[in-house]
């Protein structure tokens, strides 16, 4: 394998499941980017670690959105609905109509999932090319642009606890707690022990409705039609964003049924979590052929450990290779204990000094601190309740519309996105200082 050509870098640290990542990666290739993996961590987290020329694709997909820009916000409903639709079937049918059956309608789902792409993939644009060119020609209405425009599902779940049982809601939002079939749907259990701030909760829903009348007086305004069609998509954006992660969820817990039903013909008793890592083409050979790997290997992958997977344009495979796991990994990984500041992107300013709380997951943090710098690898709207009692927030990943930055700035504290490593060079406990006014985020000597 020859990876000495090209440079690497870290894209995100994220829950690893090959039924998440293979169509956006495969989007990206098709867009300008040659090589991707996805390099296993540990704790079934995988980094993903694309080629100098990531940048490059994200512009071409950037352009191509904006160009189309009018289908695809018109059409962003119903291709999220078409995709819930036939990720269902796919389950209905699974062990009922025969394995031809379902691997054309398989084919089909996939039509789907390359038609949600551009939803998926037009932040990694934004953030790098969008963002910044409105924040330099609206600096005193940038915070217009990317406000909320529509509620997003954990909203709507917040509602829909006022009003009926947990059993209910989780029938209705438990999805919300699955990222990338690593982790369990959110259960009954978890719905009763949520408290909804009813009052927090209608202020949010109003400046929801107060920002869409801010924005259209503010769009009114802009003279320059392709400065308002810019405007107009990045504000869409501001829900879309979190919205397409809901739905990309939404989409893989409807396909359980199917994942339990693929890694049974492989090996008994194994399930979802298994079948999450089998690519496209190994799923039509299984369907068409009742061609498999062995069960043992099956299994191995399953535990997101030691298989890295590799995208080219000439397709998607995964290697058992250490030595040149290890090889990448000391090319886009820097010498952390030497690193002492990090920049990213101010998505709320100000200043903060504190002790560093590193977010992984929901076990890293105890309800009852506060005053802490939270730094995570992104946030979602479930983090809420731990954002409130930071007083700075760091997010490896994401730009002015994500969910830690519009969160941020509804709270008024400093927040910096994009900071790539911050949660490898960071360690509970860091004295820190967060320069939200320059985007740096450096360690202070303990004292």
């Known amino acids: 394998m020859n990876i ?3 440079k690497l870098m870290l894209w995100a640290t994220r829950p690893d499941s090959i039924w998440w990542n293979q169509g956006f990666f495969e989007y990206a ?3 300008g980017c040659k090589t991707m993996y996805n390099i296993p961590i540990g704790k079934d987290k995988s980094d993903y670690v694309v080629d100098e020329l990531f940048d490059k694709a994200c512009l071409n997909i950037g352009k191509g959105f904006i160009r189309d820009h009018k289908t695809l916000l018109s059409e962003y409903e119903k291709r999220k609905k078409d995709l819930f639709k036939i990720s269902a079937e796919l389950s209905k049918k699974a062990g009922k109509a025969s394995d031809k059956e379902l691997s054309r309608i398989y084919k089909r789902y996939w039509g789907h999932i390359d038609n949600f792409q551009p939803y998926m993939m037009f932040p990694h644009y934004s953030e790098r090319f969008l963002e910044p060119l409105l924040k330099q020609k609206f ?12 509620p997003i599902d954990y909203m709507k779940m917040q509602l829909s606890l006022l009003k009926e ?4 809601v989780a029938k209705k939002f438990g999805y919300l707690g699955a ?3 690593v982790e369990e749907p959110f259960n009954e259990e978890y719905f009763r022990s949520l408290k909804v701030n009813k009052e927090e909760l209608y202020k949010s829903l109003k400046e929801i ?17 392709k400065d308002r069609t810019l405007c107009t998509i990045l504000h869409e954006f501001a829900y879309i964003r979190t919205d397409r992660v809901d739905a990309f969820k939404k989409h893989l817990v409807l396909l359980i049924p199917f994942a339990d039903y693929l890694a049974n013909k492989i090996s008994k008793g194994a399930g979802r979590r298994e079948a999450s890592m089998l690519l496209r083409d190994e799923i039509i050979i299984l369907l068409e052929r009742g061609e498999h790997m062995s069960a043992e290997e099956f299994i191995e992958r399953g535990k997101r450990k030691a298989f890295m997977a590799i995208y080219t344009k000439k397709g998607a495979s995964f290697t058992y290779d250490p ?19 990090v920049k990213g992107i101010s998505a709320c300013k100000g200043i903060a000094k504190g002790r560093v709380k590193l977010y992984l997951n929901k076990t890293d943090m105890d309800s009852g601190e506060s005053g802490y710098i939270m730094v995570a690898k992104h946030t979602q709207p479930q983090d809420a309740v731990y954002m409130k009692k930071a007083i700075a927030i760091v997010a490896d990943e994401g730009g002015v519309t994500s969910h830690a930055a519009i969160v941020s700035r509804e709270l008024g504290i400093p ?5 790539k490593i911050a949660t490898s060079v960071f360690k509970d406990g860091d004295l820190v200082e967060v320069d939200a006014y320059k985007g740096i985020v450096r360690k202070l000597k303990n004292r």
């Open 179 to 181: 990222y990338a079939l």
């Open 165 to 168: 049982t947990p059993k209910a």
């Open 29 to 31: 290739i098709r867009h």
């Open 4 to 6: 000495k050509n090209h």
């Open 209 to 225: 409705r107060d920002n869409k009348k801010e924005f259209k007086r503010f769009i009114r305004k802009i003279k320059s039609q």
């Open 139 to 150: 600096p005193d209405d940038f915070h217009i642009i990317t406000s909320l425009s529509k």
């Open 415 to 419: 927040c910096i996105v994009g900071a």
């Open 323 to 341: 030595k040149a796991m290890q090889d990448i990994i000391s090319r886009y990984r820097p010498n952390i204990e030497e690193i002492t500041e």
